[in-house]
Protein backbone atom coordinates (compact mmCIF):
# COMPACT_ATOMS: atom_id res chain seq x y z
CA UNK A 1 0.00 0.00 0.00
CA UNK A 2 1.50 3.71 -1.05
CA UNK A 3 2.01 6.22 1.90
CA UNK A 4 -0.57 7.94 0.54
CA UNK A 5 -3.33 5.39 0.23
CA UNK A 6 -2.20 4.50 4.17
CA UNK A 7 -2.75 8.04 5.28
CA UNK A 8 -5.97 8.38 3.56
CA UNK A 9 -6.82 4.68 5.15
CA UNK A 10 -6.40 6.58 8.39
CA UNK A 11 -7.63 8.92 8.30
CA UNK A 12 -10.56 7.32 7.52
CA UNK A 13 -10.49 4.52 10.92
CA UNK A 14 -10.07 7.75 12.69
CA UNK A 15 -13.60 8.27 14.63
CA UNK A 16 -16.25 10.90 14.15
CA UNK A 17 -18.40 11.95 17.34
CA UNK A 18 -20.28 14.98 16.54
CA UNK A 19 -20.35 15.49 20.19
CA UNK A 20 -21.06 19.27 19.85
CA UNK A 21 -24.20 18.52 17.46
CA UNK A 22 -26.10 16.36 20.63
CA UNK A 23 -28.52 18.30 22.80
CA UNK A 24 -28.21 19.13 26.18
CA UNK A 25 -29.52 16.21 27.51
CA UNK A 26 -27.44 14.35 25.04
CA UNK A 27 -24.58 15.31 25.45
CA UNK A 28 -24.90 14.93 29.73
CA UNK A 29 -25.74 11.22 29.22
CA UNK A 30 -22.76 10.96 27.02
CA UNK A 31 -20.57 12.59 29.17
CA UNK A 32 -21.69 10.72 32.56
CA UNK A 33 -21.09 6.80 30.87
CA UNK A 34 -18.17 4.73 30.95
CA UNK A 35 -16.42 5.91 27.52
CA UNK A 36 -13.72 7.35 27.27
CA UNK A 37 -14.98 10.04 25.28
CA UNK A 38 -16.16 12.55 25.55
CA UNK A 39 -14.13 13.37 28.91
CA UNK A 40 -13.25 16.38 30.76
CA UNK A 41 -10.95 18.11 27.73
CA UNK A 42 -14.41 18.27 25.85
CA UNK A 43 -16.88 19.55 28.65
CA UNK A 44 -13.66 22.30 28.89
CA UNK A 45 -13.99 23.27 25.24
CA UNK A 46 -17.93 22.99 25.89
CA UNK A 47 -17.68 25.29 28.83
CA UNK A 48 -15.31 27.48 27.47
CA UNK A 49 -17.70 27.93 24.29
CA UNK A 50 -20.58 29.00 26.35
CA UNK A 51 -18.44 31.60 28.12
CA UNK A 52 -17.25 32.74 24.70
CA UNK A 53 -21.71 32.88 23.42
CA UNK A 54 -22.16 34.95 26.88
CA UNK A 55 -19.72 37.26 25.42
CA UNK A 56 -21.89 37.74 22.41
CA UNK A 57 -24.66 38.12 24.28
CA UNK A 58 -23.43 40.76 26.43
CA UNK A 59 -22.63 42.59 22.34
CA UNK A 60 -26.12 42.08 21.30
CA UNK A 61 -27.77 43.87 24.75
CA UNK A 62 -25.19 46.52 23.77
CA UNK A 63 -25.20 46.93 19.89
CA UNK A 64 -28.03 49.47 18.11
CA UNK A 65 -28.24 51.23 21.67
CA UNK A 66 -28.21 54.76 21.71
CA UNK A 67 -26.30 55.15 24.51
CA UNK A 68 -23.83 52.91 23.66
CA UNK A 69 -23.00 54.23 20.42
CA UNK A 70 -19.62 55.35 21.02
CA UNK A 71 -18.30 51.93 21.92
CA UNK A 72 -20.83 49.74 19.22
CA UNK A 73 -18.09 49.83 17.16
CA UNK A 74 -15.44 48.00 19.13
CA UNK A 75 -18.28 46.05 20.61
CA UNK A 76 -18.43 44.62 17.10
CA UNK A 77 -15.27 43.80 16.42
CA UNK A 78 -14.69 41.97 19.66
CA UNK A 79 -18.09 40.39 19.03
CA UNK A 80 -16.65 38.55 15.73
CA UNK A 81 -13.81 37.79 17.18
CA UNK A 82 -15.68 35.87 19.78
CA UNK A 83 -18.08 34.35 17.37
CA UNK A 84 -14.44 32.64 16.00
CA UNK A 85 -13.39 31.67 19.21
CA UNK A 86 -17.07 29.95 20.13
CA UNK A 87 -17.00 28.14 16.85
CA UNK A 88 -13.28 27.13 17.36
CA UNK A 89 -14.17 25.92 21.14
CA UNK A 90 -17.01 23.61 19.50
CA UNK A 91 -14.56 22.41 17.23
CA UNK A 92 -12.37 21.40 19.97
CA UNK A 93 -15.10 19.31 21.65
CA UNK A 94 -14.79 16.94 18.50
CA UNK A 95 -10.89 17.15 18.09
CA UNK A 96 -9.98 16.29 21.94
CA UNK A 97 -12.46 13.17 21.70
CA UNK A 98 -10.26 12.08 18.72
CA UNK A 99 -7.12 13.11 20.03
CA UNK A 100 -7.73 11.09 23.21
CA UNK A 101 -9.65 7.96 22.01
CA UNK A 102 -5.99 6.33 20.46
CA UNK A 103 -4.34 7.00 24.14
CA UNK A 104 -7.52 4.86 25.58
CA UNK A 105 -6.90 2.35 23.72
CA UNK A 106 -3.09 2.21 24.21
CA UNK A 107 -3.58 1.73 27.95
CA UNK A 108 -4.68 -1.69 27.10
CA UNK A 109 -2.54 -2.88 24.81
CA UNK A 110 -1.01 -6.38 26.01
CA UNK A 111 2.55 -6.62 27.85
CA UNK A 112 3.14 -9.79 28.81
CA UNK A 113 6.32 -10.28 26.91
CA UNK A 114 9.44 -8.30 26.62
CA UNK A 115 8.67 -7.07 22.84
CA UNK A 116 4.81 -6.21 24.02
CA UNK A 117 6.38 -4.21 26.89
CA UNK A 118 8.17 -2.16 24.56
CA UNK A 119 6.07 -2.00 22.18
CA UNK A 120 2.88 -0.56 24.32
CA UNK A 121 6.19 2.15 25.32
CA UNK A 122 6.38 3.21 22.55
CA UNK A 123 2.54 3.67 21.40
CA UNK A 124 2.14 5.09 25.36
CA UNK A 125 4.58 7.70 24.71
CA UNK A 126 3.04 9.01 21.51
CA UNK A 127 -0.34 8.70 22.22
CA UNK A 128 0.27 11.07 25.56
CA UNK A 129 2.08 13.75 23.53
CA UNK A 130 -0.94 13.70 20.93
CA UNK A 131 -3.65 13.40 23.83
CA UNK A 132 -2.22 17.12 24.88
CA UNK A 133 -2.70 18.93 21.43
CA UNK A 134 -6.40 19.33 22.00
CA UNK A 135 -6.42 20.30 25.55
CA UNK A 136 -3.67 23.05 24.93
CA UNK A 137 -6.14 24.23 21.80
CA UNK A 138 -8.35 24.47 24.01
CA UNK A 139 -6.21 26.06 26.64
CA UNK A 140 -4.91 28.66 23.97
CA UNK A 141 -8.04 29.37 22.70
CA UNK A 142 -9.88 30.14 26.03
CA UNK A 143 -7.05 32.44 26.77
CA UNK A 144 -7.87 34.34 23.73
CA UNK A 145 -11.49 34.81 25.21
CA UNK A 146 -11.02 35.89 28.35
CA UNK A 147 -8.52 38.92 26.73
CA UNK A 148 -11.99 39.89 25.10
CA UNK A 149 -14.63 39.59 28.24
CA UNK A 150 -13.14 42.91 29.98
CA UNK A 151 -14.48 44.68 26.82
CA UNK A 152 -17.51 43.32 27.51
CA UNK A 153 -18.01 43.90 30.81
CA UNK A 154 -16.60 47.87 31.37
CA UNK A 155 -18.32 48.95 27.88
CA UNK A 156 -21.43 46.39 27.88
CA UNK A 157 -24.98 47.03 28.59
CA UNK A 158 -25.41 47.53 32.09
CA UNK A 159 -28.17 45.40 32.27
CA UNK A 160 -25.99 42.25 31.31
CA UNK A 161 -22.82 42.77 33.43
CA UNK A 162 -23.92 40.02 35.13
CA UNK A 163 -23.46 37.51 32.02
CA UNK A 164 -19.80 39.46 31.82
CA UNK A 165 -19.32 37.98 35.27
CA UNK A 166 -20.58 34.46 33.88
CA UNK A 167 -18.45 34.44 30.80
CA UNK A 168 -15.41 35.01 33.60
CA UNK A 169 -16.47 32.38 35.66
CA UNK A 170 -17.15 30.02 32.92
CA UNK A 171 -13.91 30.67 30.90
CA UNK A 172 -11.66 30.33 34.40
CA UNK A 173 -12.96 27.02 35.09
CA UNK A 174 -12.81 25.88 31.05
CA UNK A 175 -8.98 26.86 31.30
CA UNK A 176 -8.30 25.22 34.92
CA UNK A 177 -10.45 21.70 34.10
CA UNK A 178 -8.21 21.51 30.23
CA UNK A 179 -5.06 22.12 32.22
CA UNK A 180 -5.88 18.92 34.07
CA UNK A 181 -5.97 17.66 31.01
CA UNK A 182 -2.47 18.33 30.01
CA UNK A 183 -0.71 17.52 33.45
CA UNK A 184 -2.80 14.14 34.09
CA UNK A 185 -0.53 13.30 30.74
CA UNK A 186 2.41 14.93 30.99
CA UNK A 187 2.92 12.99 34.57
CA UNK A 188 3.53 9.84 32.91
CA UNK A 189 5.62 10.87 29.62
CA UNK A 190 8.98 9.69 29.74
CA UNK A 191 10.38 12.49 27.99
CA UNK A 192 10.79 15.04 30.75
CA UNK A 193 11.87 17.75 29.30
CA UNK A 194 9.30 18.21 26.75
CA UNK A 195 6.32 17.48 29.44
CA UNK A 196 7.92 19.91 31.56
CA UNK A 197 7.82 22.39 28.59
CA UNK A 198 4.16 21.73 27.83
CA UNK A 199 3.44 21.92 31.98
CA UNK A 200 5.19 25.42 32.02
CA UNK A 201 2.89 26.58 29.07
CA UNK A 202 -0.11 25.62 31.05
CA UNK A 203 1.13 27.24 34.21
CA UNK A 204 1.54 30.52 32.38
CA UNK A 205 -1.54 30.85 31.04
CA UNK A 206 -3.13 29.52 34.73
CA UNK A 207 -1.50 32.48 36.23
CA UNK A 208 -2.34 35.19 33.56
CA UNK A 209 -5.75 34.36 32.40
CA UNK A 210 -7.11 32.53 35.48
CA UNK A 211 -6.25 35.52 37.40
CA UNK A 212 -7.91 38.19 35.01
CA UNK A 213 -11.33 36.11 34.65
CA UNK A 214 -11.44 35.68 38.19
CA UNK A 215 -10.42 39.14 38.86
CA UNK A 216 -13.28 40.00 36.33
CA UNK A 217 -15.57 38.05 38.11
CA UNK A 218 -15.13 39.77 41.26
CA UNK A 219 -15.55 43.00 40.32
CA UNK A 220 -18.85 42.06 38.64
CA UNK A 221 -19.64 40.19 41.92
CA UNK A 222 -18.50 43.67 43.86
CA UNK A 223 -20.89 45.57 41.88
CA UNK A 224 -23.90 43.69 41.97
CA UNK A 225 -23.79 42.59 46.21
CA UNK A 226 -21.46 45.44 47.34
CA UNK A 227 -20.11 44.54 50.92
CA UNK A 228 -20.39 40.60 50.33
CA UNK A 229 -17.59 38.04 49.48
CA UNK A 230 -17.26 36.95 46.83
Do not use: W
Amino acid sequence: MSDTKEKNQAAEDVPVYHFADLSCTEFADRLSSRDPVPGGGGASALVGALGAALCNMVGNLTVGKKKYKDVEEEILAQMKAVTALQAELLACVEEDARSFAPLAAAYGLPQTTPAEKEHKAEVMEEALRNACEAPMHIMRTICRVISTIRVFQTKGSVLAVSDAGVAAALSSAALRGASLNIYINTKSMKDRDYAVKLNSECDEMLDTYCALADQIYKEVFDKLNPGQKG
